[in-house]
């Protein structure tokens, strides 16, 4: 409550005295309504994320109402025609509501941080779910960064980069991921990356890949690099020692047993591609 009502307050701050909304930074909202309305059909810009900080909406969509309050969030996945309506508001207390895009590529480039097999085929274009504090706290945390242009600048994007973590690792992480895999070149990148973390330590064949992507050798190299900045052995190699920092750090054996172990042949070529990432040693980070 305490995180919702925080957010309440900065949604009036930023939209300001006799203020309907404001935007926030690209692609971030705050809105204040003060009275009830009519229903009206508009069209709902999808994919979207709006998040009811105080006061209630009625939407209809599909011949289906859906009524959602303070601490709920609402998706909609697609570019939909709707009837909305505030229900509850006034001056004293009125509707006060974040907006956020959900742009396919941000969702696309953190769908290759999890270890998903594939998400489920969304059901629903349109859906309420309430929201949880891990969910609120980057909301705020965005909204406090806002008072200040270079907090928001340099801090902003890491904000809105948790929001949506947040929103693909929760209940209706499902919906979120089909909105990232738009481009379904996305879904053939993300079944080499999940091959890539689970053997990492395993010679790599860039064109056996290709062939698990379903693409070909060069399409999937141009994909590879757009989704990741990287080529497959670049990302490979960052896997490896990413991993063997973390046994090093552990103390789960020596650094030559550690390279082998992350599927290096030559210690010394660990050593160096360490110390080029790393900028130490990887027996100074086991003292």
């Known amino acids: 409550m305490e995180l919702l009502?925080?957010?309440?307050?900065?949604?009036?701050?930023?939209?300001?005295d006799g203020g309907r909304r404001a935007t926030v930074v690209d692609g971030v909202a705050v809105a204040v309504v003060n009275e009830p309305t009519s229903p009206v059909v508009?069209?709902?810009?999808?994919?979207?994320?709006?998040?009811?900080?105080?006061?209630?909406?009625?939407?209809?969509f599909n011949g289906e109402p859906y009524e959602y309050g303070a601490g709920k969030y609402v998706i909609a996945s697609l570019d939909l025609s709707s009837t909305s309506q505030v229900i509850q508001a006034d001056r004293d207390e009125p509707l006060a509501i974040f907006i956020m895009d959900l742009r396919p590529q941000a969702i696309a480039?953190?769908?290759?941080?999890?270890?998903?097999?594939?998400?489920?085929?969304?059901?629903?274009?349109?859906?309420v779910t309430d929201a949880t504090p891990k969910l609120l706290e980057p909301v705020v945390r965005l909204l406090r960064a806002a008072r200040c242009p270079d907090d928001l600048r340099v801090l902003g994007p890491a904000y809105q980069r948790e929001i949506l973590w947040r929103l693909i690792t929760g209940s209706q992480g499902g919906v979120i991921r089909q909105?990232?895999?738009a481009d379904s070149s996305i879904a053939h990148i993300a079944r080499?990356?999940?091959?890539?973390?689970?053997?990492?330590h395993e010679p790599l064949s860039v064109g056996?890949?290709?062939?698990?992507?379903?693409?070909s050798t060069s399409s999937f190299h141009r994909h590879?690099?757009?989704?990741?900045?990287?080529?497959?052995?670049q990302f490979q190699k960052t896997?490896?020692?990413?991993?063997?920092?973390?046994?090093?750090?552990?103390?789960?054996?020596?650094?030559?047993?550690?390279?082998?172990?992350?599927?290096?042949?030559?210690?010394s070529q660990f050593h160096r591609d360490y110390r080029r990432m790393f900028g130490s040693s990887p027996g100074r980070d086991t003292q």
């Open 42 to 60: 508009a069209p709902v810009p999808g994919p979207t994320l709006a998040l009811v900080a105080q006061g209630s909406m009625r939407t209809v």
């Open 179 to 181: 909105i990232g895999l």
């Open 239 to 267: 896997i490896r020692l990413q991993t063997a920092r973390t046994l090093l750090r552990a103390r789960t054996g020596s650094v030559t047993a550690i390279a082998h172990r992350v599927g290096y042949e030559s210690p």
């Open 192 to 200: 080499a990356i999940g091959w890539i973390r689970q053997h990492y």
């Open 208 to 215: 056996d890949l290709a062939r698990v992507s379903g693409m």
């Open 5 to 16: 009502q925080e957010l309440h307050t900065l949604i009036l701050e930023h939209v300001g």
């Open 224 to 233: 590879f690099r757009a989704a990741t900045s990287a080529t497959p052995i």
């Open 109 to 127: 480039s953190l769908l290759l941080e999890t270890d998903e097999a594939g998400p489920p085929q969304a059901e629903r274009e349109f859906f």
